[in-house]
């Protein structure tokens, strides 16, 4: 049974980047699309992006422009490259299909973005 595992979150300054990784112990080769998902403090989660296996994506308005999704099928990871982060952007992010199973939510990677 696959299982997810996300990294790569932190402490940044609004304006700064960071690049989420989310490491699949399985092949996700057939796993399509796949997403990134993040939970503020009092609010609901979220989809973020999504990523199919044939490349294309899909970004919530509130990200576009600033967030890329990519996928490295070969290591069995997705990515989600942050750039020109806000305080907004603070929450705990995760991966997992779309839509999500139930199994797979991990513990998710804590991004928090200062003003």
């Known amino acids: 049974q696959v299982q997810l595992v996300e990294s790569g979150g932190g402490l940044v300054q609004a304006g700064g980047s960071l690049r989420l990784s989310c490491a699949a112990s399985g092949s996700i080769r057939s796993i399509s699309p796949m997403g990134w998902y993040r939970q503020a403090p009092g609010k609901q989660r979220e989809l973020v992006a999504w990523?199919?296996?044939?490349?294309?994506?899909y970004y919530a308005d509130s990200v576009k422009g600033r967030f890329t999704i990519s996928r490295d099928s070969a290591k069995s990871t997705v990515y989600l490259q942050m750039n020109s982060l806000k305080p907004d952007d603070t929450a705990v992010y995760y991966c997992?299909?779309?839509?999500?199973?139930?199994?797979?939510w991990g513990q998710g990677t804590q991004v928090t973005v200062s003003s």
């Open positions: 997992n299909t779309v839509p999500g199973l139930l199994s797979l």
């Open positions: 990523i199919r296996s044939g490349g294309s994506t």
